[in-house]
């Protein structure tokens, strides 16, 4: 018998909520609708769409993030404005 700790149980537990929420929001998201260009309409599913944006936000903020991180560091000896002299 496999021998699982809370901390597992509680990943485990989140991991099967998360699946499920996605589930349930692709079934009742299933109705089309149209999406207009300039000359063209296309209809797709509420999902998708739902999706789309789900996965540009998480772009968007993973490119920021990481170009924060990717700024150079201040140099520490030069002091900054307003610092005492």
């Known amino acids: 018998m496999i021998q699982i700790n809370t901390k597992d149980k509680f990943k485990l537990g989140l991991l099967v909520a998360v699946v499920m929420y996605f589930l349930m929001l692709l079934l009742f998201n299933l109705d089309k609708v149209p999406i207009d260009f300039l000359f063209l309409e296309i209809r797709i599913p509420v999902f998708f769409l739902i999706l789309f944006s789900a996965l540009v936000g998480a772009g968007l903020v ?10 150079r560091p201040r140099d520490e000896s030069k002091p900054g404005p307003g610092a005492p002299t």
Not at 62 to 71: D, Q, V
Request: proline share 0%; aromatic share 10%; net charge positive.
């Open 62 to 71: 993973l490119g920021f993030s990481t170009l924060k991180s990717l700024r």
